[in-house]
């Protein structure tokens, strides 16, 4: 924008329809004041911003990375800013823990990648928490993210389930990080950016949603419950299963042997390897809940509804399974590669599954069987339905993965 002064400027605007007033202020005094009509924003390939956010509205976040010096416990991570301003955004914590947010902490590569979110750079975060100064009886091992609307659109999931998607736990045992693979590339294998310490705080807090969304739909701790991770890999998630649910009978089952066969050697529970598609061995109607965590994002349209015959075998009468998909946000995620073709093509079918990944290849016999597949929640309603019944679909509930929760009919 120009004034008559000669004053130019430019400016990422919030995520407002129609024109936008700017005014530009000295203290009380009026200096200027224009009304613009912002300039459409594109990618490098020609989408417009307004067709990605019309899929995925919501600001995405991620908090991987935390650090413990014996005092503070800091976790780090990002959220974009909601509607594109960073003063929208709060953290809630339990009463009686302190703590200090910095936020917004600028990240200029964010606002490449987040092409279609105006001020994206604006998205890194830093929460301390200081141990020694909260409150006896708080709880300093969660929090949550806090902005107007924050639950808008979710008004029909149950408030259990809407308040386990946007927690954010991390552990309070050390020893939730004993003992991983030392061959980095186990780790690395599907999450390129995996460390030691992310995978700690990713698989604690995925571990904790899913619990909570298990306890909602009616499958909890008891002795000699049965729970099975379809594609446990080295056991990020499994892991947690065990440590804290020590009455229940934990299974593992991936494709990829060396993975399995590290889980079998280091972890206490059963771990096996199971073919490319089913039948997999495991008895029919053996278990009380099945998770699955990236896992259908990686298979074809006819290995997904094999799957699904599986797991509606595998469990028992009223079981209930929680399978992530990548649905509207993972798909808003890679937009910064799409072309306004693949994205209208992807709008109109709900589903793609084209692209290969190579995370796999040379690990599972058939390089081809490994996809990035991408689908909507009205396609994984309409073919998912075939097998099991959808109880519910809770969107972004992991990461940018929405998840199915799916009830075995009787």
Not at 125 to 133: E, Q, V
Not at 265 to 284: E, I, M
Not at 345 to 372: E, T
Request: proline fraction near 8%; hydrophobic fraction near 40%.
């Amino acid at each position: 924008m120009s004034e008559p002064a000669g004053v130019t400027f430019a400016a990422d605007l919030p995520l407002e329809p129609g024109p936008v007033v700017v005014e530009v202020l000295d203290g009380d005094v009026l200096l200027g004041r224009a009304t613009v009509e912002p300039s459409p924003r594109r990618n490098a390939y020609g989408l417009d911003a307004e067709q990605v956010q019309a899929v995925y509205g919501r600001p995405l976040f991620s908090a991987p990375w935390m650090q413990f010096d014996g005092a503070r416990l800091t976790v780090s991570g990002y959220h974009l800013p909601p509607d594109g301003d960073p003063g929208r955004l709060s953290v809630r914590l339990d009463e009686g823990v302190a703590y200090t947010f910095d936020y917004p902490v600028r990240t200029p590569e964010f606002g490449h990648h987040f092409w279609y979110w105006p001020n994206a750079e604006l998205s890194s975060f830093i929460l301390t928490i200081d141990l020694p100064a909260c409150r006896a009886g708080s709880d300093p091992f969660w929090f949550e993210f806090v902005y107007p609307g924050m639950d808008a659109g979710l008004e029909a999931l149950p408030e259990a389930v809407r308040r386990a998607r946007r927690r954010i736990s991390v552990p309070s045992r050390l020893d939730a990080a004993v003992c991983f693979p030392r061959d980095t590339t186990q780790l690395t294998r599907v999450q390129t950016w995996s460390t030691d310490q992310s995978v700690t705080v990713t698989g604690y807090g995925t571990y904790r949603t899913l619990e909570a969304l298990f306890a909602q739909y009616g499958v909890g701790r008891r002795a000699g419950i049965e729970i099975l991770d379809w594609g446990c890999g080295h056991g990020r998630i499994a892991r947690h299963f065990v440590q804290n649910w020590p009455e229940a009978r934990i299974t593992g089952a991936d494709i990829d042997a060396e993975n399995a066969g590290w889980c079998a050697r280091h972890l206490d529970g059963r771990f096996v390897t199971v073919p490319l598609l089913p039948p997999t061995g495991l008895p029919a109607a053996s278990f009380d809940g099945i998770f699955g965590v990236s896992v259908m994002t990686h298979l074809t349209a006819e290995a997904q509804d094999a799957w699904l015959a599986e797991i509606a075998r595998l469990l028992k009468p009223g079981g209930v399974a929680l399978i992530t998909f990548s649905g509207p946000a993972a798909t808003a995620y890679t937009s910064v590669f799409r072309s306004p073709d693949w994205w209208q093509a992807w709008c109109d079918s709900g589903f793609d599954d084209s692209q290969h990944d190579p995370a796999l290849d040379g690990k599972i016999g058939d390089d081809s069987y490994y996809r990035n597949t991408l689908h909507s929640p009205d396609y994984t309603l309409k073919v998912w339905s075939r097998h099991l019944e959808v109880v519910d679909i809770v969107p972004s509930a992991i990461g940018y993965q929405d998840v199915a929760v799916l009830r075995r009919r009787t």
